[in-house]
């Protein structure tokens, strides 16, 4: 009976270790963590799906954050064409916030800047100094009147994309 109760044991830890490396760094992921206006720290988790680094066919970085990942409604997105290690910019088009739930703002593309400190086949990390248009629920944006995100993201790739 003993013998029974260790080969149960050792199972039950056995079967509760075998996610263990079921990581990010696996599968693709990672996170943005970031805040508005010199507010509270939050943080989105990334998916692989999204995040897209430069490839044969295309030459540039996005990330648009997906709106299941942030519980307080943030959702934030950027786009860097040809990016480098240093200093980026953002790409206006596809560069936008959105804040607890409310209307997308667009980016000041003059003052907003993504610095890439590491960019290889395994890791993309940086810091965000975004700056955005204050937009009305129903849609008005301001042109005088603007929010500052800045923070970090970090992003592991899909070794097998």
């Known amino acids: ?38 507010g509270s720290s939050r943080t989105i988790g990334l998916h692989a799906d ?12 996005s990330l648009e954050t997906d709106e299941d990942s942030s519980s307080v409604g943030d959702r934030i997105a950027f786009l860097v064409a040809d990016p480098k290690l240093g200093k980026n910019s953002i790409d206006a088009g596809h560069t ?7 209307a997308r703002m667009p980016a000041v593309t003059d003052s907003s800047v993504i610095t890439l400190d590491q960019r290889d086949d395994s890791t993309w990390t940086g810091f965000l100094n975004l700056y955005f ?8 944006c301001s042109g005088d009147s603007t929010i500052n995100v800045t923070g970090r993201f970090r992003y592991w790739p899909d070794p097998d994309d």
Not at 27 to 36: A, I, S, T
Not at 50 to 61: F, G, L, M
Not at 96 to 102: A, L
Request: hydrophobic residues 35%.
């Open 50 to 61: 999204d995040v897209r680094t430069p490839s044969y066919y295309n030459h540039y970085i």
């Open 133 to 140: 248009f204050k937009c009305s629920s129903g849609g008005n």
């Open 1 to 38: 009976m003993k013998f029974l109760l260790t080969i149960f044991t050792l199972a039950l830890l056995l079967s509760a270790c075998s996610d263990i490396n079921n990581s990010w760094e696996e599968k693709g992921g990672g996170y943005v963590k970031y805040q508005v206006n010199d």
């Open 96 to 102: 936008w916030f959105i804040h607890e739930w409310g």
